[in-house]
């Protein structure tokens, strides 16, 4: 992502000196304004050449919105990523109807920046969606694999289809919500807000007014109007993760929803309407779920129309040391330090790890490393006690056990004095099997007795 040219418009110092520093590390060039008059004023000179603008909203003088108008005077197609405080959502999704590409809400990992970064970048450049490696639909979807190919094809073909209803499947920590920012980025929604929703996270009694919004009154605590997640994401993409976490009763409401696009809000006395791609994820058996009668078969049907299988780390192949190295530079920005490095035998043993935990499980062990070991160059050894187990124990149990193997035989040939017939008996095997077995141990060249 290098020879990009980004503006900061933020007045938190240290904020700025932080981004600035990380995207920096990152081959970017950073050019700060302090206020939205700053920022336009500098917008305004021809050769500034701004590639893309991260934009606060909570501004000293003009705030990030009217900001947000003027750099759309000046620069119609000038990509502008808002960011905005926490608390201050409804506030971003508006920013995002005015013209804003995206946003992202403090605080913010790095990763999530430059993956937003890079997809509206792409968007705004009109690439073709991220078939392409370079394109890394998102940082943390890196990968040469044709697990990761297959995936990638598959993300800009679903993308750019008339498809509303897609289904994620994947173990936990695979890159769900990544997946999810992709298909929204890359489709003809992109420019949409893009509403996550984590379906075990919220409360069972708040999860139906969090969805699609409630009236004034309607429960205890409901002090004004509020609209749903559903409203807010008009004309973009809703993400309902941990889909098979979502109660039976509320299942009901959004098979409603799904099928015609209406829904009630709590306590309102008329019906509303969002047109919304609707992006559901899990890590759950959802057909078993529904012989369990925990899932709705209905529901479950309705969703299952697309379904994208979401590889795990194990079934990536070299991915995982390309991911690695990827999380090491990334840690080090973040740390200020030296990226650190894998000694062949430790990427041996990362290559050789199941991770149940997947990509999140790889990031967590590589800013351990980081923060333990900074710049260091990593042996086996460094590595927790698991991984250094499967680095020798495959190849020692293997050989041991074809050792153990050619031992018998042999014994068993000498016991029989070379007749094989014989030899077969003393082994329990058949004198096929024990055939097999010399010439895959290269003692098939004994005389036949």
Known sequence: MSDIHVLIVDDEEALVRSLSYALRGEGMRISTAGSGEAALELLAEETTGIDI???DLGLP????LATLDGIRQLHARLPVIMISAHGDTRAAVQAVKSGATDYLT???ELDDLLATITSTLSLARCEEPAVAVSDELAAGLLGHSPAMSTLHAAVGRIARSSATRILLLGESGTGKTLVAQALHNHSGRGGQPFIEVNCAALPEQLIEAELFGSEKGAYTGAHQKR???VSQANGGTLFLDEIGELPLALQAKLLHFLENGSYRAVGAN?????DVRVVAATNRDLADDVQ????REDLFYRLNVITLDIPSLRERGEDVLLLAEHFARRQAVEEGVEPIRFLPDSAQALARHRWPGNVRELKNLVERLTILSPGQAISVAMLPSALQGLQIEPLVLGEQLELAERDLVTDALSRASG???LAASLLGISRHALKRRLHRLGLDRSTER
């Open 292 to 295: 369990s009668g925990r899932f």
């Open 106 to 108: 403090k605080p913010f």
């Open 61 to 64: 003088g003009i705030d990030g």
């Open 419 to 421: 007749h094989k017939g």
């Open 53 to 55: 603008v991260l934009l």
């Open 270 to 274: 008329a019906a509303s309407s969002a």
């Open 227 to 229: 609209a749903g997640l």
